[in-house]
């Protein structure tokens, strides 16, 4: 069956850099997108970015002079970078397949920007 | 961006009565396909958001038919029929016409 699951630190330093991976299983990355999306504690989704089935990106203008997402299709990996943390980058981070919209979403690791 | 304006923020519901949720948006989420692109998710308390209810109308898979979701080019309701205890958690619309996609401020349904 279809599965995302994000791995990653849950703390990380302010102006360091947020490092995540997307281990997916059950669907190929050279058929499918994936998003990342992330949400602060009690507000709501805000999308992040996406890697194409073909290997394109595309990312949310407000975040983009900071974000990068790459793949490895061998270990079925999607990997996402943010530089210039701050508090405000805190919150669950979740990383999603694109099919008919958003339609399978990981459990989300929880981020915390935090000295 | 586009702008999505949910109401109400939250809304208390009997089991076994119906519930209505409105989304509206800054632009028409018609495409030049005809493919109008407001989804609809549930976010039950501590878990990952679920799709309910795809290009405005169209049911997930597995999702129970006492949701269904109708609109226009920039107004939709999600309605719910028969409100289960299950079906607590904050609901959000979302779309996917252009890039950034956006979504909701959300709606929080609870059981009276």
């Known amino acids: 069956q279809v599965q995302l699951k994000e791995s990653g630190p849950g703390l990380v330093q302010p102006s360091e850099t947020l490092s995540l991976t997307c281990t997916v299983s059950?669907?190929?990355?050279?058929?499918?997108?994936v998003s990342w999306v992330r949400q602060p504690s009690g507000k709501g989704p805000e999308w992040m970015g996406r890697?194409?089935?073909?290997?394109?990106?595309a990312y949310n203008s407000a975040l983009k002079s900071r974000l990068s997402i790459s793949r490895d299709t061998s270990k079925n990996q999607v990997f996402l970078k943010m530089n210039s943390l701050q508090t405000d980058d805190t919150g669950t981070y979740y990383c999603?397949?694109?099919?008919?919209?958003?339609?399978?979403w990981g459990q989300g690791v929880m981020v915390t920007v935090s000295s | 961006d586009i702008v999505l304006t949910q109401a109400p923020l939250s809304v208390s519901v009997t089991p076994g009565e119906s519930a209505s949720i409105s989304c509206r948006s800054s632009?028409?989420?018609?495409?030049?396909?005809?493919?109008?692109?407001l989804y609809w998710y549930l976010q039950k308390p501590g878990k990952s958001p679920q799709l309910l209810i795809y290009?405005?109308?169209n049911l997930a898979s597995g999702v129970p038919d006492r949701f269904s979701g109708s609109g226009s080019e920039t107004d939709f309701t999600l309605k719910i029929s028969k409100v289960e205890t299950e079906d607590v958690g904050v609901y959000y619309c979302?779309?996917?016409?252009?890039?950034?996609?956006?979504f909701g401020s959300g709606t929080k349904l609870e059981i009276k």
């Open positions: 290009r405005m109308s």
């Open positions: 890697m194409w089935y073909d290997g394109d990106t």
């Open positions: 059950g669907f190929s990355l050279t058929s499918y997108s």
């Open positions: 632009k028409s989420l018609l495409s030049s396909k005809g493919i109008t692109s």
């Open positions: 979302a779309q996917f016409l252009e890039y950034p996609l956006t």
């Open positions: 999603t397949r694109v099919a008919t919209g958003l339609d399978y």
